[in-house]
Every structure is written in C-alpha cells, then in structure tokens.
C-alpha cells in the first residue's frame, strides 16, 4: 500500500467541468454525441489503488489510449470506472498490468458486494530492516567495524524495506509522474551514491513505516463507509411456499417475498409490514434519536433494528436498491467531489511539487558552480529537499477531513451529495422553507372544537363527527380521525349529500343537519355578527373553520389546521443563532403563511407563490449576493430546490428522487438536522485551514532548516511522516460523535 501523498491527489485535467452537485464528470476525451450511444461503462476493482499516487498513474496511462472517454475513481471501494468504446477494454487491462498492479473486471450482473481491506503484509521484513539500519547507525558512529560492514548493513535494510518502493518509483519515473515513491527513491539513490549509507537504510525503514502507521489511519475513513456496508445483515429468513421459514442470502430474494425480523436483530431488507407490532431504531437511516413505532402498513427500513416484537414485512425493494444502498451510494458518489479547498490543494501541489524538485537541483549544482561550495554538502542538503519536497499533509489531509465529514453527516442521518456542499454550507446566509410537510406536519388536524350554544351540548359533537365521516374532505378527515381518537360511538346519517364547495348535509335521527364553511352557512341564512367575529378570528390563526348547523342555528364551529412540528421552531432558533435569515414560501393564502410564520419564528413569509414564483424569489436573493438554501420535498419544489446554492430534501427515508436530486438530504422530517449540517461545515472548513497552514508551516521551517545545513535526511521524514500523521488524525476528528 502506497502513501497517500502524491501531489496528484485525484486531480482532473485542466478541461474537467464541474455539474450542480460537484461531481467531477472527468471527461478523457470528449465524446461526440453520435459516440455516446456506443459508450460502455466497466467496473474495474484494484486492490492496489488505494490513494491519490496510484490514481494520478493510471489516469495518466489510460488517458492516452484511443477510445477511453472517461474515468471515475472510487478510491474508498479500490474500484475504477471506465467509459469507453466497443472494444477499447482490451487495451485498458493491460495497461493498467503495466503498472504493476492487478485489475479484475467486475461481473455487470453480479450484485455489488462491500469490498474487504486488502490482507495485511508480514511486519518481520520492516522489524528487522530497522534493527539492521540502526545497527549500520551505530558501526558507523562508534567506528565498530570496516566501512564495507556499515554498507552490507545498510544495502540489506534498503533491500528488506524499500524494494517496492523502488519498483513504484521506477514506474511513476518511466510514467514522468514526481510522485512521493519517485522521490523517495532517488533521494535514497543519491544518499548512496555520495556514501551515506546508514542515512539511506534509516530514511528507507522511516519511509515504509511511515506508510504503514498513514495506512492504519486512512483506513478508519474507510471503515467509516465500510461501517455503513455492514449495518445490513447478508442473510434473511423468508417465508417459503408451503409456510415454512429458511434463512437465505439477501441478495436473492426477490421483491414481494415475506421476510420475518426477531426481537433485536437487523431488519435485512426495505419492507412494508404485513403483520406483528413493534419499535424500531431507526438511527442508522434517519438519524432519529427515539424508537419509531411500527404496525401493518408502515415502511422499514434495511439496518435499522428491530427492538421488541417480532415483524413480518413484504420486501419493497432489492438488496442493491434499498434506501441504506442508496446512501451508501450517494457517499462513495460525494467523497470523489472535490471541494473548493480541496481543488485548490490539488493544484496547488501540482505546481508545487516540480518547482522544490528544480529548486533541489539548483541547490545541488548553482552554489559548488558560483560560490565554490562543497559538491557534498549542497548535494546532501538538495536530497534532503527532495524528501521535503512532497507536500504530503497537504494533500492528504483534505480527502481525509471531507470524507470523515461526510461520513459523521451520514450516521446523524444528513445526507451530503457532495464536498463542494459540505464546504459551502458555512456560507449559507438565508434558508427559504416551504410550509407543508416541511414547517409542518402536512396533515390537517382539528384545533378547536367552539360550542355556540349557551349550553354545551355533547351530542353536537357526535352529529359532526358522524357527517365528517361520510366524506372524503380534508378537513373531514381530520374531523373523523379526531373523533375516533376520542373513542366516539358514530351514528347512521340518512340521505347524506356533498354540497359541492360549501360542505354536506344528512339526516341523522330524522334531524336534518348541515356542515360546511362559511359560504353555507350564509346561504342557509343563519350567519350573526357574532358568528362572523369568531370566524374571522379563526381564520385569520390560518385555520379552516367549517359550522354545525340545523335548520334553525348554527351549532358548533370546528376549526382545522396543518399543525407546527416542534423540531421547526427549535430549527429556526438554532438558524437565527448561526446567522441565517429564514423566509417561507408557500402556495397558502396570506393569511395562513403569516400565521404560520408567526408560531414558528421565521423572518418573512410569502402567500400564494406558485412554483415559478418561489424560483423566482430564489434569483432575486442571489441577485443580492446571498448565498441561499431551499428546504422543500424534492419533487414540488423541484424548480427552486435546482437553483439554490444548496438544495435540502425532507424526508427522504425511502424516497428514490429526493435521494438522487437534493444536494443534501435529511432522512428523516427533523429540520434541525440542517443547522447540524451549518455546524458541520463551519467545523469541516476550520480543520481544512488548520491542516494547511500546518504542512506548509512544517514545510516552510524544513526549507529553512535545510538551507542553513541544519536539517539531516532522517529528520526530514521523521517530520513528514508525523505532519502527516497530526493532519490525518486532526481530519478524523469530525468522526466524533
């Protein structure tokens, strides 16, 4: 496994154009359309590329060949994508051969499995190649033994230790790539050459330690994906055709299938439950931090846990196609984005790295030519640049610190379509909100309940609830849901009638009885003064008010409303405090938004917008140079959701095209997972400027050092390789919980 401190660092040619959600489209050469339509795309698993080094040297080897048009790199999965012509992958393997590593092209049928950590090497060679290189350390400083021992000691650590980083070297040198293992090698080539040997073996046995010790590290980003791979269990027990139940590989079973979910285990697959009652952690999905309740008819989710009764649920979606398939999706899609500071690593490195490299020559051949210095002391202080030379914690620490920031996004149930949103998300400066299933709950529930009477009459309320019940309305439903709540016993209605845009009647004990909005109950002529002051009071909460009337007078009033969650009002105070303005956009009425804006603290409203007006509401903010943010459910809100900055689905648990379009995702209804996500990328941008003002703080006094004669070649890779270390670790921090 090589370091992961190329100056490559997936860095796209100058040509690469960026879509809306960050992703790097990597075009090698730019198709016509009438090529695309025979553009294949084959999966290619490398176990050996696992960092930017290996990625920059096949992109590099591929990108010449004839008919490859482009290359998407999933260095977490070891796993290439090649769009290419018909017949062009029979020169893509070779290729990739030629670099010494070994492609297997994935079967196109074959479900996807998790990729295993590739099998750890011997640590016997690097134990005894440190004793060695410190031995020939101590012959040479106590003058043991004859200068030939110090070398023998030495070449026998360098052989032990560094022959393949001498292979990578050569490699990336043929491939005119100044990658960290070409570097290395020709500046233990050069300690050779002018007779420092224990220098060279210990530079060499610190170098391959120090890709062990960064390895162990990077893969804890990894695991933090793998993690999610793992919340599924690989088997099920489903129903059989003669009511049996067996335990089968979940990637077999079909949609439609019956599968069974005990008391405490991992529910397998997506599913509706068709039988059993029971609670259901549903954290490693939505993010929810309480059991959700879960009864015939209710969706579960594959890895969510299963915690009190046992369930059976009807399978809704393959293996590959459940929801934690699809995030897991989405995060290895994100992690290949390229944030704003990450681009700007990556080309910075890439001019960055042959300057120091010409600079080190110069250093070597200029001041022996010009001021008449000593060839070895200025060559030694120029191999010591070289090692210097390769911006490793720089580079490395921005995959690091993204992916370990998308990754704790994912287990608080935000999901992020991309570095570029994690990032920009410390800028957001104003959130447009819609109302319904968003600020609220996106149900209708009754209220109020107003007697009109002097005298309360219980009755009244059963009459309203039994003529709600016949109707199909939404504030009849939210009426009759209401009276089943309360356990109320209904009564038969007679000659039951929809009054089309004014309400209902029917007969019930041979008393005829209206229900309808305010229109009918002046058409029956039995409006007051009084009647009209409560419902302009009403209404003007942003309720739907509807009246019981007989023939006679009006009864009772019933007032509905699409009620606040609690978790919006805690969001918006949350926003308010971050500095983010807040304003709602919504197709209700005036008077509703208001009201709704009101209970839940938003800075403005806006009534009656269609969907071109909420777009355009959106422009005109950024026209003023906001950085704006849309929440709404990904479909209806489509529009406006594209052209903010950053676009938030609600609720996307189970929802292919919230998934697949928002930029960012918040799997469950809880809006206060998008000041979460503010938080996280104020967080993710403050470790990102420490990291890089670190390596080039450290690279800045190494230059120094060297140049003055007071830096030795070890000295410089000890101090790399622990930069690298204070960087990855320093990234791995946002994996906290």
Known sequence: MSRCCDHSHQQPPAHHEYDHAGHDHDPVHQPSADQLAGVRNTRIRIEQMDCPTEERLIRDALGRLPGVTGLQFNLLQRVLTVSHDEGALAQVVPAIQALGFTPQVEDQGAAQQPVAAPAKKPWWPLALAAVLATASEVVHFAALGPDWWVAVLAVVAIGLCGLNTYKKGWIALKNRNLNINALMSIAVTGAVLIGQWPEAAMVMVLFTLAELIEARSLDRARNAIRGLMDLAPPRATVRQADGSWQEIDVQVIGLGAVVRARPGERISLDGEVVSGNSTVNQAPITGESLPVEKRAGDPVFAGTINEAGSLEFRVTAAARDTTLARIIHAVEEAQGSRAPTQRFVDQFSRIYTPVVFV?????????????????????????????????????????????????????????????????????????????????????????????????????????????????????????????????????????????????????????????????????????????????????????????????????????????????????????????????????????TAAAIAEQVGVDEARGDLLPADKLAWIEASQARGKVVGMVGDGINDAPALARAEIGFAMGAAGTDTAIETADVALMDDDLRKIPAFVRLSRQTHAILLQNIVLALGIKAIFLGMTLAGEATMWMAVFADMGVSLMVVFNGLRLLRK
Not at 396 to 417: H, M, N, Q, Y
Not at 573 to 590: I, K, Q, S, Y
């Open 359 to 591: 600079f080190a020559l110069a250093v070597a051949v200029l001041p022996p030519l010009l001021i008449g210095g000593a060839w070895f002391d200025w060559v030694y202080r120029a191999l010591v640049l070289l090692v210097v030379a390769c911006p490793c914690a720089l580079v490395i620490s921005t995959p690091v610190t993204i992916v370990s920031g998308l990754a704790a996004a994912a287990r608080k149930g935000i999901l992020i379509k991309g570095g570029v949103y994690l990032e920009n998300g410390r800028h957001l400066a104003l959130l447009a909100l819609d109302k319904t299933g968003t600020l609220t709950h996106g149900k209708p529930v009754q209220t109020d309940s107003l007697h009109l009477l002097e005298a309360d009459e219980p009755l009244h309320v059963i009459w309203a609830a039994s003529l709600a019940a016949r109707s199909d309305h939404p504030v009849s439903r939210a009426l009759a849901l209401h009276a089943e709540e309360q356990g109320l016993a209904l009564l038969d209605v007679a000659d039951f009638e929809a009054l089309p845009g004014r309400g209902s009647k029917g007969r019930i004990d041979g008393r005829l009885l209206y229900m309808g909005n305010h229109r009918l109950v002046e058409d029956l002529g039995l409006c007051s003064a009084q009647l009209e002051q409560r419902l302009e009071a009403l209404e003007r909460q942003g309720k739907s008010v509807v009246v019981l009337c007989d023939e006679q007078r009006a009864l009772m009033l019933f007032a509905v409303a699409d009620t606040v969650r609690q978790t919006s009002r805690e969001a918006v105070a949350e926003l308010h405090e971050l500095g983010v303005r807040t304003c709602m956009l919504t197709g209700d009425n005036a008077h």
